[in-house]
């Protein structure tokens, strides 16, 4: 039997892709020791069939202090995971589109607590769900307040995303909000035929928030929301390869997704787990979509832990990016949905942002003033400003975290300065 077929089963080490150490490890966070206990820890992942691959970039005070690639980013090709391998971000997209917002911001092209119907007249005339009576019929009611800018922002506008609403989630599958066939114009209409969930501002619901930005976006500049973001954040930053589309002379480097099951690591058909980046489909969303490459992102992560700027580029001022990393959350919001499951966090503009320390050893390790996000297929980023450092985890694995990496990641990357 090949190694390959092997991994799952004995544990076979697939090939690895490592860069050089460091001319010196002997201060900062990742320290030596800590570079050991991350490669034995991703390590183990591979060994015990948890992934097909894995790889991983840390930045510290400027410096590359940490890369390596394990097992395979396509186990039936035998393909290595590398650190040139194209992934699925889905999520990750947000901030990268929430830069694209508040960069419009900067411009005094509107203000955080501005009606989203001041720019998007169609969520004008919004009503707020009630329930169902005894025929089915959805209950409405007007809005508290109008949604504002800042709401889209932070996960607070009231837009349903759940499939389990009486009436409110049939409504939703009827509007069919995210057919890639939309326009974002088109995607921004069928959502606001759809009645809110709860009053905007009062609580925290993840859903289609940041893919209205990235329409809010293409009405502000007047361009198509792909073009801004590409010439006013990708390029700038010289991130060619984070893209909607990939082209078939870079298709060998796109990671294969595998989905995890009680006993066994299963693909998902490239058919299913592909489509969406192989056809110029219309819907460009500001919420998922986009695929990168480890340094690709890690530039993106370090502009935000340098304030905004990079090797002489600025793409954000200093405030601005200080003002996304902090919490936009009142304590009045006491429904957040799966957010506490993040640790002791509140949420800014487009990623969460950690306040206080774990409150257990059972929670995921970070440093308060942390801001961070993921995606569904288990990938991750962080900026931690007090330690000058920006780590990025790439993986496909679906559903979301099912094995505890982030976590143990995270740990790894502070094992000697934890508490």
């Known amino acids: 039997m090949f190694c ?118 169609e969520f004008g005339k919004m009503q707020v769900y ?62 606001a035929s759809v009645p809110l969930w709860f009053h905007p501002g009062t609580q925290w619901e993840y859903g289609p928030s940041v893919d209205v930005q990235a329409y809010l976006v293409e009405k502000l500049a007047g361009q198509p929301f792909e073009e801004y973001v590409r010439k006013h954040v990708l390029d700038p930053l010289g991130m060619t390869e984070t893209r909607y589309y990939i082209p078939e002379e870079d298709r060998g480097r796109f990671a294969a997704m595998y989905r995890k099951t009680e006993d066994s690591l299963i693909r998902v058909p490239d058919e299913d787990a592909k489509s969406d980046y192989l056809h110029e489909w219309p819907l460009r969303r500001g919420g998922s979509g ?26 954000l001022q200093p405030e601005t990016v200080e003002r996304m990393a902090t919490n936009q959350l009142a304590d009045s919001i006491k429904e957040r949905n799966f957010l506490p499951s993040k640790g002791q966090v509140g949420f800014g503009i487009d990623f969460a942002v950690r306040l206080r320390p774990p409150a257990s050893s059972e929670e995921n390790y970070g440093v308060p003033g942390e801001f961070f996000w993921d995606g569904a297929a288990s990938t991750l980023f962080w900026v931690d400003p007090e330690n000058q450092l920006a780590a990025v985890l790439f993986v496909q694995l679906f559903p979301f975290d099912p094995v505890g990496l982030h976590k143990a990641f995270r740990d790894a990357v502070y094992s000697h300065v934890r508490q």
């Open 4 to 121: 390959i077929s092997l991994l799952l089963l004995a544990g076979c080490k697939g090939p690895q892709e490592k860069a050089p150490a460091p001319q010196s490890q002997s201060a900062g966070v990742v320290d030596a020791g800590a570079v050991k206990q991350i490669d034995s820890t991703l390590q183990s992942f591979l060994d015990q069939g948890k992934v097909a691959g894995v790889s991983a970039l840390i930045y510290e005070k400027g410096r590359e202090k940490y890369f390596h690639a394990f097992g395979y980013a396509d186990r039936e090709a035998k393909t290595p995971m590398a650190r040139n391998t194209i992934v699925q971000i889905f999520s990750m997209t947000k901030p990268i589109t929430g830069v694209a917002l508040m960069s419009l911001y900067e411009k005094g092209a509107f203000k955080l607590d501005d009606p989203l119907e001041k720019y998007l007249p």
């Open 130 to 191: 009630k329930g169902v009576d005894e025929q089915g019929k959805l209950l409405v009611e007007a809005p508290n307040r109008p949604i504002t800018i800042r709401d889209i922002t932070r996960h607070t506008a009231g837009f349903p995303n759940r499939g389990n609403i009486p009436g409110l989630s049939e409504k939703l599958r009827e509007a069919d909000v995210m057919n890639r066939e939309n326009t974002l114009e088109e995607m921004a209409s069928r959502l």
């Open 290 to 315: 986009l695929t990168s490459t480890l340094d690709n992102y890690m530039t993106f992560a370090r502009m935000l832990l340098n304030k905004g700027s990079m090797d002489g580029t600025t793409i």
